[in-house]
């Protein structure tokens, strides 16, 4: 709350002891007007009239008045404050800055600019972290010549919870007077110093006070919920929000809140239970619906995920981020039809988006021949490479989509490029080795992958490479020990499981036959999940 100009020749230090709302802008700061003593020997009904204007929203002739009026009265405190006021409201921070510290200037004891200039600065928080210090320090400076003012009191208390100062916060907290120590919001700041202080039981004794608070709102629960999270207080963020429930002043926000403090935690259980109890309420938020298709893929549940994201998708269908959700979520259950077709409807949607034109580029390579060829990738990843020159995955991406078309060349030059890095040396160094594979320069194959090998020790598909190459040549126990080396690090892996079997076949290995039906377990298991996940994708609405 802004406060603005009033006739008088001196300051009112009482009206900030007496209000019996007296916070309830804190945490959500309100530019407002009320009583400011003018310093100056302004015309009273000047200021009145500017304020009165502010009230009717009529700026424009509030400003023009107060132009004038400042030619008029240039010394005039008050009317820099009424400046500093339109500037806010504006949200021109820094002429507002400057009007309040002008208004300092010509009456540096001036108690309601102070509290304004501590408010700005609030305001700017979520934009600038610093900006918290600047109002502690505004608080501060009015607090050395009146101590017990108890907005700033009870303002310092809160900014110092929010910096973690816990200790230092109850110390300002404890200097309102004992009417004002029983509001519901200084409950909430005592509540969360408690629990920021790992005093449970004091955090949980100011809870029970808060339910009980008759001027209880759903913002003085919301506002320690970020504190809670912080330490591991679940069960009391918990027992607040069902608290709002019983008295019939919870909101759509209250469960929003405390579903993603839930998932901070990583509490996803709890964090769906919350999350479904907004929806209730607000059924149709579409951003609500997201967050549960996050918890749910945490969880790994990529039905429920599919489930809250189909209903999302029909009630935005043009919202490019929903359907990229769903393609990401397909490529994690190796269903590249459908995650082509997602991330394909998201890139019509937001063409200009990098990472869209990255995962279907990406995707695009992967789909069968009946669907798309990998030459369709290209566009995408070029796309993604005007986008984001400096990231290399983007070349080494689209050095891929060209190995794939068997564009040796460019795929050389790009892959070679991508092998200078650190972070795409393995993976370029292992597709250079296949490009040297398929020519039939085994040993600059071998050399390649085994520069991928040293890269990443762990890297299936390279041993896999490797086992073809000396398949290939028929070093076979060299091939098996590479292609074993590989089933080590992933049994499941379906190519080295091929190799593996044709390998043993050549060799009449008496393990071919078991090998064989290993092969054709993988094929049916992985043909049976994606069957059952696309019948999980067919009954969504």
């Known amino acids: ?6 006739n008088g020749m001196k300051e009112d230090r009482n009206h900030n002891r007496t209000r019996g709302d007296l916070f309830r802008s804190c945490f ?16 009273p009904d000047t200021s009145q009239k500017i304020e009165q204007l502010l009230r009717e929203g009529d700026k424009v002739t509030a400003q023009a008045l107060l132009s004038r009026a400042l030619k008029a009265s240039p010394s005039n405190a008050g009317l820099y404050n009424l400046q500093g006021v339109i500037k806010a409201q504006e949200g021109d921070f820094a002429s507002a800055e400057a009007n309040f510290r002008k208004a300092l200037a010509l009456a540096p004891r001036s108690e309601s600019v102070y509290l304004n200039l501590g408010r700005l600065y609030q305001e700017g928080v979520p934009k600038d972290l610093s900006a918290r210090d600047k109002a502690l320090d505004a608080y ?7 101590p017990d003012n108890l907005e700033a009191n009870y303002q310092s208390a809160v900014l110092l919870m929010q910096k973690g100062l816990y200790g230092a916060s109850l110390r300002r907290l404890a200097r309102l007077p004992a009417e004002a120590q029983e509001h519901s919001q200084t409950l909430s700041v005592r509540c969360g110093d408690y629990s920021g202080l790992a005093q449970g039981d004091k955090a949980e004794q100011t809870a029970d006070r808060i339910l009980r608070s008759a001027d209880l709102v759903e913002a003085d629960v919301i506002t320690i919920l970020p504190i809670l999270a912080s330490r591991k207080d679940s069960s009391l963020a918990f027992k607040l929000v069902q608290g709002l429930e019983s008295r019939h002043i919870d909101s759509f926000d209250s469960w929003h809140s405390l579903g993603l403090l839930y998932r901070g ?5 709890d964090a769906r239970k919350a999350l479904e109890a907004a929806t209730q309420l607000r059924p149709e938020s579409v951003p609500v619906l ?7 893929n945490d969880q790994k549940d990529y039905s429920g995920t599919l489930g809250y994201l189909a209903h999302a998708r029909e009630l935005q269908p043009n919202n490019a981020s929903i ?4 393609g990401i979520v397909c490529i994690e259950q190796d269903l590249v039809v459908e995650a082509y077709q997602a991330l394909k409807k998201a890139v019509a949607l937001d063409p200009n988006n990098a990472d869209y034109n990255y995962a279907m580029g990406a995707v695009t390579m992967e789909v069968p021949a009946d669907h798309a060829t990998a030459g369709e990738a290209i566009p995408y990843l070029k796309k993604y490479c005007e986008l984001k020159p400096d990231d290399a995955r983007g070349r080494l991406a689209l050095g891929v989509a060209y190995f794939k078309t068997r564009e040796d060349e460019q795929a050389n030059r790009l892959l070679s490029t991508a092998a200078n890095n650190p972070q795409t040396a393995a993976t370029a160094d292992y597709y250079l080795g296949r490009i040297a594979n398929r020519q039939g320069r085994y040993s600059a194959a071998l050399q390649q992958l085994k520069l991928a090998l040293n890269a990443r020790p762990n890297y299936v598909d390279a041993y896999t490479e490797v086992g073809d190459i000396y398949l290939k040549e028929k070093e076979y126990l060299q091939a098996e020990k590479a292609l074993q080396k590989a089933l080590e690090l992933n049994p499941n892996d379906y190519y080295a499981n091929l190799n593996l079997a044709m390998l043993y076949q050549r060799t009449k290995n008496p393990k071919a036959e078991e090998q064989a039906k290993r092969l054709g377990q993988i094929k049916q298991e992985k043909a049976q999940r994606d069957n059952e996940f696309r019948r999980t994708i067919e009954v969504r609405p």
Not at 290 to 296: F, G, I, M, T, Y
Not at 323 to 326: A, Y
């Open 265 to 269: 935690l990583g509490h996803l259980v």
């Open 290 to 296: 997201v967050d549960l298709a996050r918890v749910a």
């Open 140 to 146: 501060a400076e009015l607090l050395q010549f009146a």
């Open 323 to 326: 359907h990229f959700f769903w």
């Open 1 to 6: 709350m802004l406060r603005g100009a009033e």
């Open 28 to 43: 959500f700061v309100l530019w407002v007007l009320g009583p400011w003593l003018s310093h100056a020997a302004q015309s």
